[in-house]
Protein backbone atom coordinates (compact mmCIF):
# COMPACT_ATOMS: atom_id res chain seq x y z
CA UNK A 1 0.00 0.00 0.00
CA UNK A 2 2.84 2.71 1.15
CA UNK A 3 2.30 5.10 3.42
CA UNK A 4 3.09 9.22 3.03
CA UNK A 5 4.61 11.65 5.23
CA UNK A 6 1.29 12.54 6.59
CA UNK A 7 0.07 9.02 6.87
CA UNK A 8 3.94 8.07 8.98
CA UNK A 9 2.98 11.38 11.23
CA UNK A 10 -0.79 9.96 11.94
CA UNK A 11 0.78 6.55 12.57
CA UNK A 12 3.34 7.88 15.30
CA UNK A 13 1.44 7.43 18.17
CA UNK A 14 0.96 3.54 17.81
CA UNK A 15 4.59 2.86 18.16
CA UNK A 16 4.80 3.07 21.68
CA UNK A 17 1.60 2.19 22.84
CA UNK A 18 -1.06 -0.64 22.55
CA UNK A 19 -3.59 0.58 20.17
CA UNK A 20 -7.52 0.80 21.38
CA UNK A 21 -9.73 -0.78 18.53
CA UNK A 22 -12.24 1.77 17.53
CA UNK A 23 -15.26 1.52 16.11
CA UNK A 24 -18.95 2.94 15.98
CA UNK A 25 -21.55 1.41 18.58
CA UNK A 26 -23.39 0.34 15.62
CA UNK A 27 -23.56 -2.52 12.74
CA UNK A 28 -20.90 -4.92 13.13
CA UNK A 29 -19.61 -3.64 16.41
CA UNK A 30 -20.35 -6.43 18.56
CA UNK A 31 -17.86 -8.64 16.85
CA UNK A 32 -15.41 -6.03 16.60
CA UNK A 33 -14.94 -5.30 20.30
CA UNK A 34 -15.55 -9.05 20.38
CA UNK A 35 -12.45 -10.28 18.17
CA UNK A 36 -10.38 -7.11 19.75
CA UNK A 37 -10.83 -8.34 23.24
CA UNK A 38 -10.06 -12.10 22.44
CA UNK A 39 -6.62 -10.48 20.78
CA UNK A 40 -5.69 -8.38 24.20
CA UNK A 41 -6.86 -5.07 22.60
CA UNK A 42 -8.19 -2.58 24.36
CA UNK A 43 -11.54 -1.31 22.95
CA UNK A 44 -13.46 2.01 22.69
CA UNK A 45 -17.10 2.45 21.52
CA UNK A 46 -18.21 6.04 19.89
CA UNK A 47 -21.49 6.71 20.65
CA UNK A 48 -24.01 9.28 19.46
CA UNK A 49 -25.07 11.02 22.99
CA UNK A 50 -26.28 8.38 25.52
CA UNK A 51 -23.97 4.68 24.89
CA UNK A 52 -26.35 2.28 24.18
CA UNK A 53 -28.03 -0.09 26.64
CA UNK A 54 -27.61 -3.34 24.68
CA UNK A 55 -24.12 -3.62 24.97
CA UNK A 56 -24.70 -4.68 28.96
CA UNK A 57 -26.17 -7.47 28.00
CA UNK A 58 -22.90 -8.42 25.97
CA UNK A 59 -20.42 -8.11 28.42
CA UNK A 60 -17.33 -10.23 25.76
CA UNK A 61 -18.32 -7.55 23.05
CA UNK A 62 -18.90 -4.05 25.36
CA UNK A 63 -16.04 -1.67 24.87
CA UNK A 64 -13.70 -0.93 27.81
CA UNK A 65 -14.94 2.26 27.65
CA UNK A 66 -16.96 5.02 24.90
CA UNK A 67 -16.46 8.86 23.42
CA UNK A 68 -19.66 10.34 23.12
CA UNK A 69 -20.39 13.31 20.71
CA UNK A 70 -23.76 15.01 19.93
CA UNK A 71 -23.48 14.15 15.76
CA UNK A 72 -21.40 11.14 13.83
CA UNK A 73 -20.46 14.18 12.06
CA UNK A 74 -18.86 15.74 15.34
CA UNK A 75 -16.45 12.95 15.03
CA UNK A 76 -14.08 15.30 13.28
CA UNK A 77 -13.89 17.24 16.45
CA UNK A 78 -12.63 14.55 18.51
CA UNK A 79 -9.59 13.71 16.82
CA UNK A 80 -6.55 14.61 19.33
CA UNK A 81 -8.56 12.64 21.74
CA UNK A 82 -8.58 9.84 19.68
CA UNK A 83 -5.05 9.52 18.31
CA UNK A 84 -4.37 10.39 22.57
CA UNK A 85 -5.55 7.26 22.94
CA UNK A 86 -4.01 5.36 20.36
CA UNK A 87 -7.06 4.70 18.53
CA UNK A 88 -7.39 2.31 15.36
CA UNK A 89 -10.85 3.15 13.56
CA UNK A 90 -12.14 0.33 12.15
CA UNK A 91 -14.62 1.19 9.13
CA UNK A 92 -18.02 -0.58 9.17
CA UNK A 93 -20.76 0.25 6.29
CA UNK A 94 -22.96 2.67 9.65
CA UNK A 95 -19.49 4.54 10.36
CA UNK A 96 -18.61 4.81 6.66
CA UNK A 97 -22.50 5.97 5.46
CA UNK A 98 -23.30 8.12 8.44
CA UNK A 99 -20.02 9.66 8.49
CA UNK A 100 -19.84 9.63 4.59
CA UNK A 101 -16.72 8.22 2.83
CA UNK A 102 -15.04 12.03 2.10
CA UNK A 103 -15.21 12.93 5.83
CA UNK A 104 -14.50 9.54 6.85
CA UNK A 105 -11.10 9.50 4.53
CA UNK A 106 -10.28 12.69 5.96
CA UNK A 107 -10.05 11.66 9.65
CA UNK A 108 -6.48 12.35 11.22
CA UNK A 109 -6.77 9.19 12.68
CA UNK A 110 -5.60 5.80 11.87
CA UNK A 111 -7.25 3.73 10.04
CA UNK A 112 -8.00 -0.10 9.61
CA UNK A 113 -7.20 -0.87 5.54
CA UNK A 114 -6.48 1.00 2.80
CA UNK A 115 -8.95 4.38 3.06
CA UNK A 116 -8.33 5.31 -0.42
CA UNK A 117 -10.85 2.62 -1.33
CA UNK A 118 -13.37 4.68 -0.10
CA UNK A 119 -13.69 7.06 -3.33
CA UNK A 120 -13.83 4.12 -5.53
CA UNK A 121 -16.93 1.96 -3.49
CA UNK A 122 -18.78 5.05 -3.25
CA UNK A 123 -19.34 6.05 -6.37
CA UNK A 124 -21.11 3.30 -8.58
CA UNK A 125 -19.18 4.25 -11.90
CA UNK A 126 -15.87 4.16 -10.42
CA UNK A 127 -16.89 0.36 -8.42
CA UNK A 128 -18.10 -0.53 -12.06
CA UNK A 129 -14.97 0.71 -13.83
CA UNK A 130 -12.93 -1.43 -11.00
CA UNK A 131 -14.75 -4.65 -11.14
CA UNK A 132 -15.10 -4.39 -15.35
CA UNK A 133 -11.18 -3.85 -15.40
CA UNK A 134 -10.70 -6.57 -13.11
CA UNK A 135 -12.17 -8.94 -16.20
CA UNK A 136 -15.05 -9.72 -13.39
CA UNK A 137 -18.83 -10.52 -14.94
CA UNK A 138 -21.00 -7.80 -13.68
CA UNK A 139 -25.35 -7.00 -14.76
CA UNK A 140 -25.78 -4.66 -17.88
CA UNK A 141 -25.76 -1.00 -16.80
CA UNK A 142 -28.69 1.19 -18.58
CA UNK A 143 -27.82 5.14 -18.66
CA UNK A 144 -30.88 5.95 -20.21
CA UNK A 145 -34.22 4.59 -19.23
CA UNK A 146 -35.16 4.38 -22.54
CA UNK A 147 -32.32 1.96 -23.16
CA UNK A 148 -34.07 -0.43 -20.72
CA UNK A 149 -34.58 -4.14 -22.29
CA UNK A 150 -36.36 -6.15 -19.56
CA UNK A 151 -36.24 -6.32 -15.86
CA UNK A 152 -34.23 -3.45 -13.83
CA UNK A 153 -33.16 -2.99 -10.94
CA UNK A 154 -32.78 1.20 -9.59
CA UNK A 155 -30.07 1.24 -6.67
CA UNK A 156 -29.06 4.47 -5.01
CA UNK A 157 -25.29 5.00 -3.81
CA UNK A 158 -23.98 4.30 -1.08
CA UNK A 159 -24.22 1.53 2.11
CA UNK A 160 -27.98 2.30 3.01
CA UNK A 161 -28.98 -1.03 3.32
CA UNK A 162 -31.31 -1.41 0.25
CA UNK A 163 -33.22 1.66 1.14
CA UNK A 164 -34.89 3.19 -1.82
CA UNK A 165 -34.16 0.64 -4.29
CA UNK A 166 -36.73 -0.67 -6.79
CA UNK A 167 -37.65 -3.15 -9.40
CA UNK A 168 -38.98 -2.30 -12.88
CA UNK A 169 -40.22 -5.33 -15.50
CA UNK A 170 -39.26 -3.80 -18.41
CA UNK A 171 -39.21 0.04 -19.72
CA UNK A 172 -42.85 0.90 -19.37
CA UNK A 173 -42.74 -0.17 -15.37
CA UNK A 174 -40.21 2.47 -14.68
CA UNK A 175 -42.87 4.99 -15.32
CA UNK A 176 -42.01 8.22 -14.80
CA UNK A 177 -39.08 8.01 -13.08
CA UNK A 178 -38.02 10.44 -10.69
CA UNK A 179 -34.63 9.66 -9.28
CA UNK A 180 -33.74 11.52 -5.54
CA UNK A 181 -30.06 10.91 -5.84
CA UNK A 182 -27.23 9.34 -7.40
CA UNK A 183 -28.37 5.95 -9.08
CA UNK A 184 -27.69 3.25 -11.39
CA UNK A 185 -30.75 1.48 -13.44
CA UNK A 186 -28.77 -2.51 -14.01
CA UNK A 187 -30.02 -5.44 -15.34
CA UNK A 188 -31.89 -7.50 -12.88
CA UNK A 189 -30.30 -10.98 -13.28
CA UNK A 190 -31.96 -14.20 -11.97
CA UNK A 191 -30.20 -16.38 -9.99
CA UNK A 192 -29.29 -17.15 -6.36
CA UNK A 193 -27.62 -14.35 -4.09
CA UNK A 194 -24.32 -15.08 -2.53
CA UNK A 195 -22.58 -12.45 -0.39
CA UNK A 196 -18.63 -13.54 -0.07
CA UNK A 197 -16.21 -12.37 3.09
CA UNK A 198 -13.03 -12.35 1.94
CA UNK A 199 -10.19 -11.36 4.16
CA UNK A 200 -6.77 -9.96 2.42
CA UNK A 201 -3.73 -9.73 4.17
CA UNK A 202 -0.54 -8.38 2.81
CA UNK A 203 1.27 -9.64 5.28
CA UNK A 204 0.73 -13.45 5.08
CA UNK A 205 3.20 -15.38 3.17
CA UNK A 206 0.78 -18.84 2.75
CA UNK A 207 -2.59 -19.90 1.72
CA UNK A 208 -3.93 -18.83 -1.44
CA UNK A 209 -1.85 -16.48 -2.64
CA UNK A 210 -2.49 -12.79 -4.31
CA UNK A 211 -0.39 -10.41 -4.60
CA UNK A 212 1.84 -10.27 -2.35
CA UNK A 213 -0.13 -11.55 0.21
CA UNK A 214 -3.33 -14.01 0.86
CA UNK A 215 -6.62 -14.12 0.67
CA UNK A 216 -9.56 -15.95 2.64
CA UNK A 217 -12.86 -17.02 2.45
CA UNK A 218 -14.16 -16.44 6.03
CA UNK A 219 -18.10 -16.41 5.56
CA UNK A 220 -21.03 -16.51 3.06
CA UNK A 221 -24.39 -15.05 4.05
CA UNK A 222 -27.78 -13.90 1.82
CA UNK A 223 -29.83 -11.14 3.38
CA UNK A 224 -33.43 -11.07 4.78
CA UNK A 225 -35.26 -7.60 3.22
CA UNK A 226 -38.22 -5.94 4.88
CA UNK A 227 -40.95 -6.67 2.77
CA UNK A 228 -40.26 -8.52 -0.10
CA UNK A 229 -39.42 -12.05 -1.53
CA UNK A 230 -37.40 -13.70 -3.58
CA UNK A 231 -40.45 -15.46 -5.35
CA UNK A 232 -42.71 -12.23 -5.62
CA UNK A 233 -39.81 -9.71 -6.30
CA UNK A 234 -41.44 -9.39 -10.00
CA UNK A 235 -44.67 -11.82 -9.98
CA UNK A 236 -46.29 -10.02 -7.45
CA UNK A 237 -44.90 -6.61 -7.03
CA UNK A 238 -47.82 -4.50 -8.99
CA UNK A 239 -50.06 -6.42 -7.06
CA UNK A 240 -48.88 -5.42 -3.86
CA UNK A 241 -48.35 -1.89 -4.86
CA UNK A 242 -52.35 -1.65 -6.11
CA UNK A 243 -53.21 -3.09 -2.68
CA UNK A 244 -51.37 0.06 -1.00
CA UNK A 245 -48.15 -1.72 -0.13
CA UNK A 246 -44.66 -0.61 -1.58
CA UNK A 247 -42.00 -3.51 -1.89
CA UNK A 248 -38.46 -2.30 -0.54
CA UNK A 249 -35.32 -4.13 -0.28
CA UNK A 250 -34.30 -2.73 3.37
CA UNK A 251 -32.01 -5.22 4.75
CA UNK A 252 -33.47 -6.54 8.48
CA UNK A 253 -31.02 -9.86 9.02
CA UNK A 254 -28.82 -12.34 7.47
CA UNK A 255 -29.47 -16.03 6.73
CA UNK A 256 -25.76 -18.62 6.74
CA UNK A 257 -25.26 -19.96 3.06
CA UNK A 258 -22.65 -22.34 1.73
CA UNK A 259 -21.76 -22.01 -2.09
CA UNK A 260 -20.97 -25.94 -3.96
CA UNK A 261 -17.60 -27.13 -3.07
CA UNK A 262 -17.10 -27.34 -7.16
CA UNK A 263 -18.06 -23.49 -7.25
CA UNK A 264 -15.10 -22.47 -4.78
CA UNK A 265 -12.26 -21.67 -7.68
CA UNK A 266 -14.80 -19.59 -9.50
CA UNK A 267 -15.29 -17.71 -5.71
CA UNK A 268 -11.74 -17.51 -5.10
CA UNK A 269 -11.16 -16.02 -8.98
CA UNK A 270 -13.34 -13.16 -8.34
CA UNK A 271 -11.66 -12.05 -5.22
CA UNK A 272 -8.36 -12.28 -6.43
CA UNK A 273 -9.24 -10.15 -10.00
CA UNK A 274 -10.92 -7.57 -7.62
CA UNK A 275 -6.95 -7.36 -5.40
CA UNK A 276 -4.74 -7.46 -7.81
CA UNK A 277 -6.44 -4.98 -9.94
CA UNK A 278 -7.24 -2.85 -6.84
CA UNK A 279 -3.45 -3.12 -6.13
CA UNK A 280 -2.61 -1.47 -9.82
CA UNK A 281 -5.29 0.95 -9.28
CA UNK A 282 -4.86 2.59 -5.74
CA UNK A 283 -2.45 0.28 -3.79
CA UNK A 284 -4.71 -2.17 -2.82
CA UNK A 285 -7.29 -3.86 -0.33
CA UNK A 286 -6.95 -4.63 3.25
CA UNK A 287 -8.79 -6.67 5.96
CA UNK A 288 -12.44 -7.58 4.87
CA UNK A 289 -14.13 -7.39 1.89
CA UNK A 290 -17.72 -8.59 0.44
CA UNK A 291 -18.42 -9.65 -2.93
CA UNK A 292 -22.43 -9.26 -3.58
CA UNK A 293 -23.68 -11.56 -6.74
CA UNK A 294 -25.91 -13.10 -9.00
CA UNK A 295 -25.00 -17.15 -9.42
CA UNK A 296 -27.22 -18.29 -12.48
CA UNK A 297 -28.67 -21.42 -13.75
CA UNK A 298 -25.62 -21.42 -16.11
CA UNK A 299 -23.26 -21.46 -12.51
CA UNK A 300 -21.67 -17.72 -13.92
CA UNK A 301 -21.13 -15.46 -10.95
CA UNK A 302 -22.75 -12.16 -11.53
CA UNK A 303 -21.24 -9.63 -9.41
CA UNK A 304 -23.62 -6.23 -8.61
CA UNK A 305 -21.39 -4.67 -5.81
CA UNK A 306 -18.73 -5.08 -3.82
CA UNK A 307 -18.78 -3.40 0.44
CA UNK A 308 -14.45 -2.61 0.86
CA UNK A 309 -15.01 -3.56 4.52
CA UNK A 310 -16.77 -5.83 7.21
CA UNK A 311 -20.35 -6.49 6.35
CA UNK A 312 -22.95 -7.07 8.74
CA UNK A 313 -23.71 -10.68 7.42
CA UNK A 314 -20.32 -11.33 9.25
CA UNK A 315 -22.55 -10.88 12.36
CA UNK A 316 -23.83 -14.59 11.49
CA UNK A 317 -20.15 -16.03 12.42
CA UNK A 318 -18.94 -14.87 15.58
CA UNK A 319 -17.93 -18.21 16.42
CA UNK A 320 -16.70 -19.21 13.35
CA UNK A 321 -18.22 -20.09 9.79
CA UNK A 322 -18.11 -23.36 7.82
CA UNK A 323 -15.18 -21.72 6.23
CA UNK A 324 -13.19 -19.65 8.98
CA UNK A 325 -13.30 -23.03 10.75
CA UNK A 326 -11.04 -24.26 8.40
CA UNK A 327 -8.51 -21.51 8.37
CA UNK A 328 -8.68 -21.26 12.57
CA UNK A 329 -11.34 -22.72 15.30
CA UNK A 330 -13.86 -19.93 16.04
CA UNK A 331 -12.14 -17.31 13.78
CA UNK A 332 -14.79 -14.25 13.05
CA UNK A 333 -13.83 -11.60 10.68
CA UNK A 334 -13.83 -8.87 13.94
CA UNK A 335 -11.10 -11.29 15.56
CA UNK A 336 -9.01 -11.83 12.28
CA UNK A 337 -8.72 -7.66 12.13
CA UNK A 338 -7.15 -8.02 15.22
CA UNK A 339 -5.11 -10.85 14.59
CA UNK A 340 -3.60 -8.88 11.54
CA UNK A 341 -3.01 -5.31 13.94
CA UNK A 342 -1.54 -7.45 16.25
CA UNK A 343 0.74 -9.26 13.85
CA UNK A 344 1.73 -6.29 11.74
CA UNK A 345 2.45 -4.30 15.39
CA UNK A 346 4.91 -7.29 16.35
CA UNK A 347 6.57 -7.15 12.82
CA UNK A 348 6.86 -3.35 12.75
CA UNK A 349 4.62 -3.61 9.80
CA UNK A 350 1.69 -1.39 10.85
CA UNK A 351 1.94 1.22 7.35
CA UNK A 352 0.99 -1.63 5.77
CA UNK A 353 -2.45 -2.50 6.92
CA UNK A 354 -3.17 0.55 8.38
CA UNK A 355 -3.49 4.42 6.56
Known amino acids: ?7 SNRLAPLRDRTPSVTTLCSHSSLQIFHGARAEGFPTLGLAVGTP ?13 RFLTVPRVKDLSGVTDQLRDVGAILIPHGSFVEYLGPE ?4 LDVPVFGNRAVLGWESDRRKEREWLE ?37 NREALGDFHPTGPHV ?75 RESLL ?3 FEVGARIIERSIEL ?3 MVGPFCVEGIMTEELEFKVFEI ?15 PYSDLVAPGLSTGRRIAQEIHRARAEGRLGEVLS
Open 185 to 259: IQEYVLGTRYYMHFFYSPLSDRGYRVGHGSLELLGMDRRDEANIDELYKLGAQEELLKAGIRPTFVVTGNVPVIL
Open 265 to 267: PKA
Open 133 to 169: SAGVSMPKRFEDPSEVDGPVIVKYYGAKGGKGFFLAK
Open 103 to 106: AFAA
Open 307 to 321: STRIVAGTNLFISGS
Open 1 to 7: MGISLAD
Open 52 to 64: PRFYDAFPLARPD
Open 282 to 284: FGG
